[in-house]
């Protein structure tokens, strides 16, 4: 009996910690001191380099773009600019995950600021707790500051305490900074799709994401500071030491290592051998990674940006503004939400592409979000539209656009998850239930195959080097129109983007961007996705070419347990949810 009441004294326990969380409250009156990005960026070591760069290749337009399709150029590109910056690093995410990959950028970071680099670190909330909290530690480095945007209050140690400390304000945890920056000195930044962790650069072992980044130089790249900006002076943005103590982070830390010494113990008694050893240093906030994991860490060398091929092209930035997200109670009321739509301002602004993209922008700037201004662009394809979106929710806006772009005869093609490739299985079923709909107004419709030799075969990049067997989960975000504007940025073509979320892209009018884009993404979906057709009335896969695999009536990979749950389940579930 002894042990019942033992068990019973820590339930109750952990209830009495649940309900000390469930009162717990935003601090009130945080001090937030303004700062912004380096005024301009003449007189740093990247400037010059950005400036040589265009003066060799005779551009003609100031800024230039260099699309990162793969895990060994997005993280080499991080990490040259880690290593490059003199004045300023600016990042700004979604999720930044306590592991291998990004232990290595963190301590590139670290390393920054010890140099007298100034560091300010904006992430959302949702994912900083447990293990991943680690990351905030950074907040007590000296020269870096660290931000979390719309918090939710509590204790970090699980997430489950802190949803329901935040049950009755359902939309904090629904509404969320989506955003993905990472500049440096104001002249050189990567956006795109990817968050920081090692899924995002093939180094997981289960699972890694396809995903697509592009590396900006020059002028937009003061854009993308000032949506930074923006973002980082508004009042949902907390000071990491306003909601975080020292001694919290430590008790979190401890918790990690004692799981990855009982982790690396279970191991080696199922090996009947000692645990692997780890290199000298701190304690990496990895759980117990492998030492393949810490090798591609350590290894992955940084992007020489000296002989980095440049597109240089006239683009703009599309930008929700951070009142897309309602502000807490009592607080200072900020501009109502709109879009944030920069211009081209390269010298050759007057040059008839140039000009065309200002009338993109112009109609963009119409719309209330950054999903919508690109329904808005859809409005002027003419002839052909690709579509790269994990989750593709389309709301009664997007099929819309997609009926009037089909009724001009435009060849629409959409690459997005299958049920077996999807990370949010609940997501799919908001695609499965307008998917005949879709395919009956003529839009073709592609889905990732989930298991794949490398996350290479599926995106025809080359050289990803991901760890040996791995499933594979589309997370890139793009759109190619008429094969000469292309689209990176961070938004889904779903509700979610849409309505709740903040979503930051680019837009760059270039017919040699979008052709290798394109060349990707056609590539992507012939040999590494499975093509969804009506055949009678009902739904067929057909297999991607070179595979092997026979073609299939059911959704491919899925476990009928699965399929059943999502047909349950899935109906209750509204589509802006998803």
């Known amino acids: 009996m002894s042990s019942f009441y033992a068990l019973f004294g820590r339930t109750i326990a952990l209830l009495v910690l649940v309900l000390q969380g469930a009162c717990a409250q935003l601090p009130e009156h945080v001090d937030r001191p303004v700062s912004t990005a380096l005024p301009s960026p003449n007189g740093t070591a990247l400037e010059a380099l950005v400036q040589q760069r265009r003066k060799a290749d005779g551009a003609r ?8 399709a793969g895990p060994p150029a997005a993280y080499g590109s991080r990490l040259a600019l880690i290593e490059g910056a003199q004045k300023a690093l600016d990042l700004q995410y979604y999720a930044i995950h306590a592991d291998a990959s990004t232990g290595r950028l963190v301590r590139g970071i670290r390393a920054a600021a010890e140099r007298g680099v100034r560091v300010r670190i904006l992430l959302d909330d949702l994912h900083s707790t447990g293990r991943d909290a680690l990351v905030l ?5 000296p020269n870096i500051e660290m931000r979390l945007f719309n918090p939710l209050a509590g204790a970090r140690g699980t997430s489950l305490a802190r949803v329901l400390n935040s049950i009755g304000d359902a939309s904090r945890i629904q509404q969320r900074m989506h955003n993905k920056l990472f500049l440096a000195d104001n002249v050189l930044g990567v956006t795109g799709g990817r968050n920081l962790g090692d899924a995002y ?32 002076n508004n009042e949902r943005a907390y000071p990491v030491q306003s909601l975080v103590k020292r001694s919290e982070l430590e008790a979190i ?5 004692q799981a990855d010494r009982e982790l690396a113990d279970e191991s080696a008694r199922a090996q009947n051998s000692p645990p692997p050893a780890t290199p000298a240093g701190e304690p990496k906030p990895g759980a117990a990674p492998t030492p393949a994991q810490l090798a591609r860490a350590w290894d992955e060398k940084p992007m020489d940006l000296r002989t980095a091929r440049f597109v240089w092209a006239p683009a703009v930035m599309l930008a929700d503004q951070p009142g897309k997200i309602p502000a807490d109670k009592g607080a200072e009321k900020t501009r109502a939400p709109g879009l944030v739509v920069s211009q081209p301002g390269d010298a050759a602004s007057s040059s008839r592409r140039a000009a065309a993209l200002e009338a993109s922008s112009d109609l963009a700037a119409g719309s209330d979000t950054v999903v919508e201004g690109l329904l808005q662009l859809i409005g002027q394809a003419r002839s052909d539209l690709l579509v790269i979106s994990p989750y593709f929710v389309p709301g009664p806006d997007m099929k819309q656009a997609f009926a009037a772009a089909r009724g001009r005869g435009v060849r629409i093609r959409v690459l997005t998850n299958s049920l ?12 499965a239930r307008h998917r005949e709909d879709l395919l009956k107004m003529g839009v073709e419709l592609y889905e990732l195959r989930s298991e794949q030799a490398s996350v290479s075969n599926a995106f025809g990049s080359s050289g ?27 938004m889904n073509l779903d509700l979610r983007s849409q309505l709740q979320n903040t979503e930051i892209a680019l837009l760059v009018r270039s017919a040699e961007l979008s052709r290798a884009a394109s060349a990707q993404i056609e590539r992507g979906m012939r040999e590494g996705s499975w093509r969804v057709e009506l055949d009678g009335g009902s739904l067929v896969w057909r297999a991607p070419e070179g595979s092997g695999l026979k073609d299939t009536s059911t959704e491919p990979d899925a476990s009928l347990t699965l399929r059943l749950l999502l047909r349950l389940f899935g109906p209750l579930a509204p589509d802006q949810l998803l």
Do not use: C, T
Request: hydrophobic content about 45%.
């Open 61 to 68: 337009f100031e800024s230039g773009f260099l699309l990162l």
């Open 420 to 431: 077996s490739s999807n990370d949010a299985p609940v997501a799919h079923v908001g695609y």
């Open 137 to 141: 530690g950074l907040a007590f480095v």
């Open 464 to 490: 990803s080097g991901s760890l040996g067997e791995s499933r594979s989960m589309l997370h890139s975000k793009v759109l190619v129109l008429d094969g000469r504007l292309l689209v990176v940025g961070s």
């Open 201 to 232: 650069f093939g180094n997981a072992l289960k699972g890694n994401y396809i995903d697509v980044d592009i590396l900006a130089a020059g002028p937009i790249v003061q854009d993308l500071s000032r949506s930074f900006d923006s973002y980082w």
């Open 253 to 257: 830390r401890e918790r990690a290592r």
